[in-house]
């Protein structure tokens, strides 16, 4: 069991070099037991290859690379979160899974919740583990999509919350725009009324004069502000449905990209070619060896033969000044 | 000196324009890519003007040192004058042109006596000849620049030989082979891949198998190929590859070596008919043979084909006192104190039957001579 | 000396044995790009042959997933070559703890190394080194084969190639048994090598020295006989050494959680031991894994270094 003992927390209990007196000691554990060792150590004992635990009494058998920084202090949730890891990365089905049916998601949680308390409390670990393989091997197109999917719902979640809110702060900024303008106007038509009242004779048609250039005047930022929540209303990021985004258009998945000659002006068959210094080679151990292979060489010879046999160079030039 | 072939050459925007056109990059396009044929392929007139004007570029600068000469000279006789109207002329075109093609040989040679691969020496005579492309044989002498590319091309082709061995076997000094390495990469517009026909001509001798399939005897075909690669080779020493690509010249190469044979190919590869010329308008028309699915018009290809053949054909080894001659224009052109030197000594020999073109001073004694000129004057 | 005054020379980011690298801007378009001087004193025999095959090779190239030679120049004596600026390389990438990345990414890393490695096979050229380190990852999330200077030809086959190219982890066997007549096929072990490092996110097979390496690589795939790989007894090396059975692919699951099947077949493909038989870049690309979900992700959603 690792010494919880305080002074103990920051020594290294296999070269005892403590953390006080070299800062940079870093401490590593291994998932097959998470016995705390140092980083140095660690470099010192399997770095020939894999070697058993140094730990008095652990006979686990450690490989160097699947060492790791510790995360948390008690190995007991290092441990645990690394099941949980494990585990979630393979039973990571939500609730659309199950069509919205919550009894059998929940069931299915129940389920993972046992592995992970089997495999952290070391009960029934071989059929556990066994049980763990065998979901992934029968799930595993499952398993990759909805890796793909709860990143994309994640991606997707953050581009909503990033959009409604620059979307929020502009219906703001309009409606204290159009407050502003609402109160300029009325303090304009109070002054233009006065300023009218005093040349002219009705005054209820002054006021109603008035009255229509403001309401001419005041419509530019409610125009904006009424577009604006049609924008929010055919919100791109709402026509998501289940959290799903719809697949982009998709174009077919081109490996070479352009980057091939499917015209070949030949067509290669190497049994009618009698090329004597080519099939000298083959017979040689040391080309066999290298991996020599007479097609590629005839392939490429071939390629060569009519790789620029239709350019025309003088009338392509032509065309160019050079 | 700057070198940006890739954004800058017309025929690469050419290459962007149809890429976008279609995304499919075939083997042709790959071609076209390639630094041969977006830096080191030209037009007939293209490569006319850009040796004519390294030639004027060349003979500027001598006659303004041959003009220096006369005012630093007021006091020349008219028979001196005359000397050296004669003698000191700058080069021409053609002649640098000759004397280039001498050397460019003579690289071969010199490759055959060092046991060089063929591609090594290819690209040797490659990169020399286009050093001559931005360089004129009166700036910087074949002399010079004769080592550096074989050595240079040995180093690009992967064949390394140190410089103190190389320099040893070519009987030179370390720094003479690496004195102009620099410039030669300059001028090749540091690009060093080239695309010999030997390789096509491989490809060839397979498909030429295929095509004619029971109609051909082996031992006859590694005959053909034989005399094909020393075809080919002397190919390289023409400008027929600045103006076709590389199987282009490899089947001009195979009509000179066997042009019935090359016929019967051709003719069942792409579907060329060679007696009814007349045809050309129906013959393109024609679907090629399955497995050919791009269409070459193969009238035209064979017009093209026949073209290069041509020019290989015409190739004549410029014989040895032709070099000697251009050699010594050079040097007396740029040094017209020597020319007064030797009409002093036919004077002196008192002998009126000296061969023009006579055989320059070594330019060690040269130097020694114009010294003590200077001293005397 | 016009491109001397068209390139300005900002920072040192790096020197190695023959080179020192700048970041640098093209003056005409603010273009940001980095320039790689050659040192030209101290060889003895003239210019080096890196910078000959860098030269060589990146200007025949011109494809998306290959590093672009912008320009050359000379000055000073010196030779200096503009290329793309790349900020990031994979290995930073899979060093980086805080950075997490999906099955989705690392298909796109490959898919993107594979069309890049493709491009060279299909230009008859052999890249020799490569590792994480030299994909290089454009701002855009473009992956790049940069560092040509173990680069070459697929020469003639009657060429005698040296062995000793490609870092060691990344070094196939046949190269490790000192093979003179190579083939396209030691490219594309280490495409599979940084396949595995990726899905592992350590190296695949850290050998501490040539000799370990072997050892190293054996013990992880299994050591190789006569009847897979015809004629290995050729090789002086090969009776020397440890005798390790293969991994099954139950253990090759294990160590690769994450894999698919497809995944699986696919990197054993690159990894197959005699290289007769090892899967060259057309059939990786044409393999399931590409095809199957997830499909990979575009070059722009891709991870990208933290800025520090």
Sequence with gaps: ?????????????????????????????????????????????????????????????????????????????????????????????????????????????????????????????????????????????????????????????????????????????????????????????RKEIVNQLSTADDAEDVIAHVKKTVKLKKSSARRKLEELNKVLKNNPYMTVSNGLMK??????????????????????????????????????????????????????????????LGCIIKEELQTSVK | MSSSPKPSNDADAKVKAKEQASLRVTDDDLYRHSSQYRVWSFTPEQLTQKRAEINARATAKIEQGLRAFRETHPDLTSEELAAIDEKAVPVSTDEELLLVSYFARMILSFAGKMNLPTEVAATAVSFFRKFYLSNSVSEISPKEVFHTALFFSCKSENYFIGVESFAKKAKTNPNAVLKHEFKLLESLSFTLMNHHPYKALHGFFLDIQSVLAGKVDMNYMGQVYTDCKKIITDALLTDAVYFYSPPQITLAALLIADEALTMRYLQLKFMITEESPTENAQGEKQEPKEGTSIPVPGQKLLEVIKECKAIISNKVAPPKEEAVKVTAKIHYSQNPLTVLDRLKRQRESNSTATTPGQTPVPEENQAKRQKSDGTTD | MISQAEYSKEKKVGEGTYAVVYVGTKQSSNRKVAIKEIKTSGFKDGLDMSAIREVKYLQEMQHVNVIELIDVYMAQNNLNLVLEFLPADLEMIVKDTTILFTQADIKSWLLMTLRGVHHCHRNFILHRDLKPNNLLLAPDGQLKLADFGLARNMGSPQDFLTSNVVTRWYRAPELLFGARHYTGAIDMWSVGVIFAELMLRIPYLPGKDD???????????????????????TFGTYNKIQFYPPPSREELRRRFIAATENALDLMSGMLIMNPHKRWDPIKCLTSQYFVELPEPTAPADLPQLNKK
């Design chain 1, 1 to 189: 069991m690792i010494v919880d003992d305080d002074e103990k927390k920051d020594m290294c209990p296999i070269c005892k070099t403590d953390r006080y007196l070299s800062p940079d000691m870093k401490f590593l554990v291994n998932p097959e037991c998470y016995h705390k060792i140092c980083e140095s150590c660690v470099d010192r004992i399997f770095s020939l290859g894999p070697a058993q635990c140094p730990y008095e009494g652990c006979d686990k058998i450690l490989r160097k690379n699947k060492f790791k920084t510790q995360v948390f202090d008690d190995v007991n949730v290092e441990k645990e979160v690394d099941i949980r890891k494990r585990v979630f990365n393979v039973f990571n089905k939500t609730l659309d899974d199950f069509e919205g049916d919550l009894k059998a998601f929940n069931k299915y949680l129940e389920e993972v919740e046992d592995i992970v308390y089997n495999l952290d409390n070391g009960i029934d670990v071989a059929n556990t583990e066994e049980k763990l393989r065998t979901y992934e091997d029968l799930n595993k197109q499952l398993i990759m999509a909805n890796m793909k999917r709860s990143r994309q719902d994640l991606d997707n979640f953050e581009q909503r919350q990033k959009f409604e809110k620059e979307m929020k702060l502009k219906k703001r900024q309009l409606e204290r725009q159009i407050e502003e303008e609402e109160l300029a106007n009325r303090e304009w038509a």
């Design chain 3, 211 to 233: 000799i370990d390496q072997i050892d190293v690589t054996f013990r992880a795939l299994g050591t190789p006989t006569d009847k897979d790989w015809p004629e290995i007894s």
């Design chain 1, 247 to 308: 697949k982009k258009e998709s174009v077919p998945f081109t490996p070479f990209n352009g980057d091939r000659d499917l015209n070949k002006r030949y067509t290669l068959s190497e049994s009618q070619y009698n090329d004597p210094f080519i099939k000298s080679l083959q017979t040689k151990k040391e080309y066999i060896a290298s991996g020599f292979r007479a097609d590629y060489v005839y392939d490429r010879m071939l390629t060569e033969a009519f790789m620029g």
